[in-house]
């Protein structure tokens, strides 16, 4: 295990439901990251969080709201989504956020919008 | 811009033949590349980043990666594949762009199977 855990690792939602996903790393790192890693495409960064402040947001649509109350817990919350927003959702952290920074990740999120 | 290409999809290797999986790079300055493995219906797992120094890099379950200034390659490479090498690869390089430096860019990913 790499010191990172997301939860729940598999869910199922409608489109009108709301979810949140989780993700806590026991590193002691201070930048966390979503992915979204869909079949076919390459991974997409999706937010970026360092020191508990968001650095970046890749044009992500606001149906993904993220939330980093601390440098250890990261949620990502989930409303009025769409099918094509089914795909893995990873989770990653790094000690600084830094260029050379390794990043490590979480086991994902399997989501499937119905 | 920086980017990382991996050229071929999926690669087919004999169990105890020698791996390679290619990546080429088009970074400004001294890079930094790195190499993640995925298996199936899990997170990417770090194998092995190259920072500076020697050009062979070793990793972990006995993979190593060869850094080609000349070529802007990074190829990953391990002596005997195991069956257990199947999985997804990905080359990755940080994102230098304005503040961004901690992030990392991704190839596309390469399939390994490794038949017995």
């Known amino acids: 295990e790499t010191g990172v855990t997301q939860t729940p690792r598999h869910l199922v939602m409608g489109m009108t439901n709301k979810k949140s996903l989780k993700c806590e790393q026991h590193?002691?790192?201070?930048?966390m990251y979503w992915y979204k890693q869909s079949a076919k495409k390459p991974l997409e960064l999706m937010f970026v969080y360092n020191f508990k402040e968001q650095t970046e947001n890749n044009s992500v649509p606001s149906r993904f709201s993220p939330e980093c109350p601390n440098s250890s817990h990261l949620f990502l919350h989930l409303h009025t989504l769409q099918p094509e927003d089914s795909a893995l959702y990873l989770c990653a952290s790094s000690p600084l956020g830094r260029e050379g920074d390794t990043q490590y990740f979480g086991p994902g999120t399997r989501l499937t919008v119905l | 811009a920086q980017s990382v290409a991996q050229p071929e999809d999926q690669v087919n290797v004999a169990e105890g033949n020698p791996l390679t999986v290619k990546c080429t790079y088009s970074v400004s300055g001294n890079p930094y590349l790195f190499w993640y493995v995925q298996y199936p219906n899990r997170g990417l797992q770090f194998l092995l980043k190259y920072i500076t120094g020697d050009n062979l890099v070793k990793g972990s379950y006995g993979f190593e990666a060869e850094f080609n200034k000349s070529q802007t390659s990074f190829h990953l490479k391990k002596p005997s594949a195991l069956v257990s090498d199947s999985a997804l690869y990905f080359c990755a390089v940080p994102d230098s762009v304005g503040g961004s430096q901690g992030n990392l860019i991704f190839g596309k990913g390469t399939k390994l199977s490794v038949k017995p």
């Open positions: 590193l002691g790192h201070n930048a």
